[in-house]
């Protein structure tokens, strides 16, 4: 019962896998399993299985060690076996023929040969600077806490009739500057609402404190009498 039960969820997901492959244009091919949980993917040597070191209280056989001293790989079990199985895929590329009732395509048969080379080369890990403390931690100055973002200014109600021009910022019930009536003509001269009394003309002086009118001339011009008459 639970091997069936097992099955049929493998198969669900296998279905689903070639699915989202198809969607992005992915060959999914079946690898046989056989093994691949028994070597190392990195030197194919036999592996020793234990209890996984983080959990020591549970039973079994989940973690994997390699032996071979050069290599010392190891981790969980079911890591290293899908490392080798897509290791053997790769290999195998040649070997793979597409099943006739289902279409997929399937590795029937694994060569020792391919198997041989079927291997992980770990990736060399990038080297860093060692960043060990050498000495006391410089002090470093709080950063100035930043501006806060002033709110926008609320928009002022919209007055009048849209489209029209506003007269500016002067009031619209005082009276207009002479000279300048809506109604008035082109050569007309409006009489001024307030006597124009400049302070140096108050005090006989003029617009200027430093100038001065000159005095009027009240003596009389003799009147000429042209010479031209008649000669008798």
């Known amino acids: 019962m639970n091997t069936r039960l097992s099955q049929q969820v493998r198969g669900k997901i296998v279905d689903r896998m070639r699915h989202l492959a198809a969607e992005h244009g992915v060959a999914v091919v079946t690898v046989p399993a056989r093994n691949t949980s028994k070597h190392c993917p990195q030197c194919l040597t036999p592996l020793r299985h234990c209890k996984a070191p983080d959990r020591p209280s549970v039973a079994g056989w989940k973690w994997a060690i390699c032996p071979h001293q ?27 023929v597409t099943d006739k009732t289902s279409g997929n395509m399937v590795i029937r048969t694994v060569v020792d040969t391919l198997e041989a080379t079927a291997v992980v080369t770990p990736t060399n890990r990038t080297s860093r600077s060692d960043r060990s403390k050498t000495g006391p931690t410089r002090h470093q100055p709080p950063r100035p806490t930043p501006r806060r973002r002033r709110a926008p200014s609320p928009t002022r109600p919209h007055q009048g009739r849209a489209g029209k021009r506003p007269e500016g910022h002067a009031p619209t019930d005082r009276k207009l500057p002479r000279a300048a009536h809506r109604h008035q003509g082109v050569n007309t001269i409006s009489t001024p609402t307030t006597g124009h009394r400049p302070r140096g003309a108050a005090l006989g002086a003029g617009f200027h404190f430093h100038a001065h009118a000159s005095p009027p001339r009240w003596e009389t011009i ?3 009498y042209s010479d031209s008459g008649s000669l008798s």
């Open 70 to 96: 050069s290599c010392g790989w190891q981790g969980d079990r079911d890591q290293g076996a899908w490392r080798r199985i897509a290791a053997r895929g790769l290999t195998h590329q040649a070997k793979t």
């Open 222 to 224: 003799p009147e000429t």
